[in-house]
């Protein structure tokens, strides 16, 4: 595919490929003790399941809304939070081998960003924040509801025209910020609060840039099932676990910056 969650198509266990091992002569006896065996599981062999994904996702959302709690109660913490966060992201990406720690360490970091974060857009836009968990959980679920049902699978059409998209957006997204840094821009949202026939562009980009980040998850609830299928190792389930707090963190934020728009 063109482009993927970076947490997942840098890591070879998520490309769908069975790891390959030599394999040793088995006798007779020793092929008649395996059939006779009951099947092992996944955890006995040490390959990833769905289970271990659920599991390790919970438990870093677990750590991302503690954390975000702490947030939303010192403000200061936003940027050092958000710096240290994508470093942190870039480590974990780039590492050969997921590191529970500093995986769990970045969803805490996470937490404390977008804690910080949605306290300072709640106190200007009351309610916003409930809006914007609201629109991320039903996200979340319809898109992994119609994936796991087939209704929607990635492709490799789809995928180009998604990596049109973000490059696209980010430019813009680029551009926005150096208006508004250098004053030539000084609404809330720099070009995001222009209005086309009395719609604000920043609505219009919200609900794009929420379709963008639900094809994410379907790339990522992709490579998730291509990993289980080939039997990637067990630990690849916190590179799974992280991906997913990536694409989540960032379909959140979205939203709370789309409503809050609206409510400007």
Known sequence: MAIENPAFSRNPAFSGKAPTTPVAPISADGLQQMYDAPAATPSQTGRISYDDVIVKTALNFVVLVAFAAVGWNIPALALPAALLGFGLAMINIFKKQPSPPLILLYSALEGLFIG??????????????????????????????????????????????????????????????????????????????????????????????????????????????????????RNQSWSAAFGLVVTVVWLYLELLRMFAIVRN
Request: some cysteine; glycine content about 8%.
């Open 116 to 233: 910080a974060i949605s306290g300072v857009f709640e106190a200007r836009y009351p309610g916003v924040v409930v809006q914007a968990v609201i629109a991320t959980i039903c996200v979340f679920a319809v898109t992994l509801v119609l994936f796991a049902f087939g209704k929607v699978r990635a492709s490799k059409r789809a995928t180009k025209i998604f990596l049109i998209a973000m490059v696209g957006y980010i430019v813009f997204s680029l551009v926005n910020v150096v208006l508004m840094l250098t004053g030539l821009n000084s609404n809330a949202f720099g070009l995001s609060s222009a209005t086309i026939f009395g719609i604000p562009l920043g609505l219009i980009l919200g609900v794009f840039v929420t379709i963008l980040a639900a094809y994410s998850l379907v790339l990522d609830f992709d490579q998730i099932q291509r990993a289980v299928k080939a039997g990637a190792p």
